[in-house]
């Protein structure tokens, strides 16, 4: 617990959430969108992130987006926003790097944090948006990842706070290794994911015992199975994943499996957990 106050402490929070508000402020401000709403996620609006660079991001929900069709509205829009955030940051302290990809606005805070910003439909409820992603192909679905935000995020959020620091001490965990690619590198996704279901598995009574499930069940990481069932039922998973091996389902999107062998590489993580101790 001294090491987790040590890379999650009050001061870094608050400077990490104050700057994550600056940048949802600056874009709500300069849009020309009507916007419903902007939800934080990522390992900051999670309530997961520690000290050094950390991933944030803030969906807006706009009014007037149509549902489908991402490919040809979504670029323009982000360029747009991407065009006016260089006028608006380009020169205060600290931003550096503004850009736009092919579904988010980048933005990057010198040290501190990694923000992307995506844009979403609104959608009546969470049942609608995932009916719709079942309509779509493989390569439309990943446009509607962000319009699940508020369901992702909420999910390792209200976890118990025991839980959020075992989460936090694995990122500190794995940060300390060295690995041979980003392929191969366990995403904050998959220790948060692996951290809740070992937790519910184990029932771990202190800190020192949840981290050693956690390094327990990663030397079997390619034998993995993990259906949720919060959100959705087994039965509305995309058949094709259930025969992938490891299976680590996003808990509010049935047709992702977030350790998707070709996404995650997890044979370095298998031996790294098992021939690493946590402190050494």
């Not at 979504?74 to 600290?94: F, I, N, S």
């Not at 990809?101 to 049942?127: C, M, N, Q, W």
């Not at 390619?222 to 949720?228: A, K, M, N, S, Y």
Request: include cysteine; proline fraction near 5%.
């Amino acid at each position: 617990m001294e090491l987790h106050n040590k890379i999650c402490s009050c001061a870094f929070s608050s400077r990490v959430q104050q700057t994550l508000n600056g940048i949802t402020q600056a874009v709500s401000e300069a849009t020309f969108l009507k916007v419903d709403r902007a939800v934080k996620g990522g390992s900051v609006g999670k309530g997961t992130a520690i000290s050094g660079l950390n991933d944030a991001q803030v969906v807006f929900f706009v009014h007037g987006l149509p549902p489908s069709g991402h490919e040809r509205w979504l670029p323009p829009l982000l360029r747009a926003v991407a065009g006016v955030l260089v006028e608006r940051l380009e020169g205060v302290r600290g931003f550096e790097g503004i850009h736009a990809t092919e579904d988010a606005v980048h933005v990057s805070v010198k040290g501190l944090l990694s923000v992307e910003i995506r844009f979403s439909p609104v959608f009546a409820t969470y049942v609608q948006a995932v009916q719709l992603l079942g309509e779509q192909g493989p390569e439309a679905r990943r446009f509607y990842s962000p319009s699940l935000v508020d369901q992702r995020t909420q999910f390792i959020a209200r976890q118990p706070s025991s839980v959020k620091n075992t989460i936090r001490l694995m990122k500190w965990w794995r940060d300390q290794q060295e690995w041979s690619s980003k392929l191969v590198r366990p995403t904050d996704e998959i220790l948060e994911l692996v951290t809740v279901y070992s937790a519910v598995q184990t029932q771990p009574t202190d800190q020192r015992q949840a981290v050693a499930n956690i390094l327990a069940l990663m030397t079997r990481f390619d034998e993995l199975r993990v259906v949720w069932s919060n959100y959705y039922n087994k039965g509305d998973v995309w058949s094709p994943l259930l025969r992938q091996r490891p299976l680590l389902m996003d808990p509010v999107n049935p047709f992702v499996n977030v350790a998707d062998p070709q996404a995650f590489d997890a044979r370095e993580l298998v031996i790294t957990a098992s021939t690493t101790r946590f402190f050494w």
